[in-house]
């Protein structure tokens, strides 16, 4: 990306990669991604790193459960303890999201759980 002058990237990680692990309920944390998702989340957490030791202006959007539902267009996006548990949010939210990152700065360089407001009934 440095070598072409791409300056921007938003890349898709898991909530329970890197600092926010705590944040999830103790069956998640321990069993779902301490044991069946072992290798997956390393792997993001491994993509975490190596993005955070660039220069780039990169963007990381953590989700939880992803869902076949119509995008409902409303959704909380943090970085710190205020959202907690799995969640889920439908995958054309996170479709949204993602690109609209790449007009703004407002995640520059934070890696933003993404959590819908309702979800998915």
Do not use: Y
């Amino acid at each position: 990306m440095t070598k072409h002058g791409v300056r921007r990237i938003v890349a898709i990680s898991t909530f329970s990669a890197g600092n926010s692990r705590p944040r999830v309920g103790w069956f998640a944390r321990h069993l779902l991604f301490g044991a069946v998702l072992r290798s997956e989340v390393a792997d993001k957490e491994a993509m975490e790193r190596a993005l955070a030791a660039t220069d780039l202006a990169w963007t990381v959007v953590r989700v939880g459960l992803l869902a076949d539902a119509a995008a409902r267009g409303a959704w909380r996006a943090a970085d710190d303890d205020l959202i907690r548990g799995m969640g889920k949010i439908a995958r054309a939210d996170v479709a949204a999201f993602m690109p609209a990152q790449l007009a703004s700065d407002a995640w520059v360089r934070r890696a933003p759980a993404l959590m819908a407001e309702r979800c998915c009934d």
